[in-house]
């Protein structure tokens, strides 16, 4: 049974930093690309970013720059290092790899 859970969401000032993790379990995370999406209130999810098995990245051109994916296959976890946080990055954060999505994490920028 496949399962992502998310964790490290929270209230952060504009300016802050906030750094999300993914656990996964139940398949073999390594060969699996893995992607941050999110959704803010009465707007569609949206892909923040994602990381390819072998590393490689892409962004959201809204998030370009201030955000980084990474993941650690040994691990079994992919993050996401989110600086330079602005009020419009607020939204729940989700995990997919394949069909599968984790349940979220809230991120709230505001002062």
């Known amino acids: 049974q496949v399962q992502l859970v998310e964790s490290g969401g929270g209230l952060v000032q504009p300016g802050g930093s906030l750094r999300l993790s993914c656990a996964a379990s139940g398949y073999i995370f390594s060969i699996y690309s893995m992607g941050w999406y999110r959704q803010a209130p009465e707007k569609e999810r949206e892909l923040v970013a994602r990381v390819l098995p072998g590393g490689s990245a892409n962004y959201a051109d809204s998030v370009k720059d201030r955000f980084t994916i990474s993941r650690d296959n040994a691990k079994n976890t992919v993050y996401l290092q989110m600086n330079s946080l602005k009020p419009e990055d607020t939204a729940v954060y989700y995990c997919?790899?394949?069909?599968?999505w984790g349940k979220g994490t809230l991120v709230t920028v505001s002062s």
């Open positions: 997919k790899a394949g069909n599968f």
